[in-house]
């Protein structure tokens, strides 16, 4: 404390110039760390509000008054002065010795003589600011000297630019003559195409008028014409009536012989089957057919559409051969085999029930185990074909057990099966007709 005694009793120096920022924050940094190692009665009156502050925010917040009270208070710069003897003291020998440590940072070696205060300080401190500002004036005239530089750059940039914006504006404005000398010819053009669509247009409306007047007049002829061709139209409906009502009654009388000849057959049949009586019919030719019939089960799709009537299946006792796979192969081929033959069996139930024809769909059972399970409708007999054999020699047999006479028709486009059921007295029609009825 002996020093900083004296430093009390020295008479106030001054600098002569203000302090540099780098050199002012080092000094406010070894007051505001000092400043939080003294006792209350040792903070100078004007820093005791910042005395609990964190060091870091104490000299953030409160530099003004600790710089003040560094330059003025003499016993809180020799406290400080204490602090930097102890916390560096080769740096305060030095100082006190009026040595520059080369090692040391000129702003480190000016704070500390600012704080010190030894004989010569001024001195140290001065060559300090001196080399700063030395520094700054070299380090200004290189930036004048960088920005000359660049604004010369700038300059001759500018004047490049202009030379190309002057040859740009230049071609545009060439182009632009170009345009408007094209423009006005595009403009004469359009107005002569103008006159000469008016004149067209005068012409053609003449011709309208032309045309409106031969109108009329065939308007008139037609009109002429109708008359006498509704004259000649009743005239003939007349005779129509009269030609009508003559076949009529000539039509009834041949109904008459008709029926009667009919109920004469019936009562024939009749009497026939009771003389060798015939029992009811409980199976068909088809039944006995050897094939697999489908398992019962199965989740059947509805029908698609309504199914209209055909020619072929008004035929009284009609029996419809159905070949299964060629007619859904044909119908939806990229659908699963189950849901092909589950929509097909679904759409022939509607078809035996609108037309009661009695309906055969055979599908190939050869290399199945088990047939699979089929919900079939009432009217349709689903059969697979047994181990060993294709469904086109069952399709045969089923023709072949029908009675000389029977009407069947085998649905097919297999070209074989056709022509080996037209030889049995068979009907045989193409697979995308049965296609076409069920899609409708």
């Known amino acids: 404390m002996s020093n900083g005694a004296a430093a009390s009793q020295d008479p106030p120096d001054d600098l002569g110039r203000p302090l540099p920022e780098p050199v002012r924050q080092r000094v406010v940094g070894m007051a505001s760390d000092t400043l939080g190692e003294l006792t209350a009665d040792e903070v100078p009156s004007a820093l005791r509000p910042f005395a609990r502050f964190a060091p870091g925010r104490r000299a953030r917040l409160a530099a003004i008054p600790i710089a003040a009270a560094v330059d003025a208070d003499a016993d809180f710069r020799a406290r400080v002065a204490d602090r930097i003897r102890t916390l560096v003291p080769d740096l305060a020998a030095a100082v006190t ?10 702003m480190d070696v000016a704070a500390t003589a600012y704080v010190l205060r030894p004989e010569g300080w001024e001195s140290v401190v001065g060559e300090v600011l001196d080399q700063l500002e030395r520094e700054t004036a ?151 057919v050897p094939a697999r019939e489908a398992a019962a089960g199965g989740l059947p799709s509805g029908p698609e559409g309504v199914i209209p009537l055909e020619t072929l299946l008004t035929v009284p006792q009609v029996h419809l051969v159905v070949d299964g796979y060629n007619v859904t192969k044909t119908a939806w081929p990229t659908l699963p085999l189950e849901t092909q033959r589950t929509r097909l069996v679904t759409a022939l139930g509607g078809v035996a029930a609108r037309t009661g024809a009695e309906v055969t769909c055979v599908f190939d059972g050869a290399k199945l185990a088990v047939p699979p399970q089929l919900n079939t409708p009432r009217g349709v007999r689903v059969r697979f074909s047994p181990a060993g054999v294709s469904a086109d020699d069952v399709i045969r047999q089923l023709v072949a057990a029908e009675p000389e006479g029977r009407p069947v028709v085998v649905v097919s486009s297999d070209r074989e099966i056709a022509d080996g059921v037209r030889r049995s007295g068979a009907r045989p029609i193409a697979s995308d007709a049965l296609v076409r009825l069920l899609a409708r």
């Open 138 to 288: 070299s380090l200004a005239g290189e930036r004048e000297s960088e920005s000359l530089t660049r604004l010369r750059e700038q300059v001759a940039e500018a004047r490049a630019g202009v030379r190309q914006e002057r040859d740009r504006r230049r071609h545009e404005l060439a182009a632009l003559k170009e345009e408007n000398a094209t423009l006005r010819r595009t403009l004469r053009q359009s107005r002569e195409r103008t006159r000469a669509a008016e004149e067209e247009a005068a012409r053609q409306a003449e011709l309208a008028a032309r045309a409106r007047e031969d109108a009329a007049a065939d308007t008139a002829r037609a009109e002429a014409e109708l008359r006498r061709l509704r004259t000649r139209i009743a005239d003939a409906e007349a005779a129509i009536e009269v030609n009508r009502r003559s076949a009529r009654e000539g039509r009834d009388l041949a109904s008459v012989r008709l029926r009667l000849l009919l109920d004469t057959l019936v009562d024939a049949a009749q009497g026939l089957r009771r003389e060798l009586a015939l029992p009811p019919t409980q199976s068909r030719p088809a039944d006995s």
């Open 97 to 106: 010795e009026g040595r520059r440590p080369s090692a040391v940072d000129p």
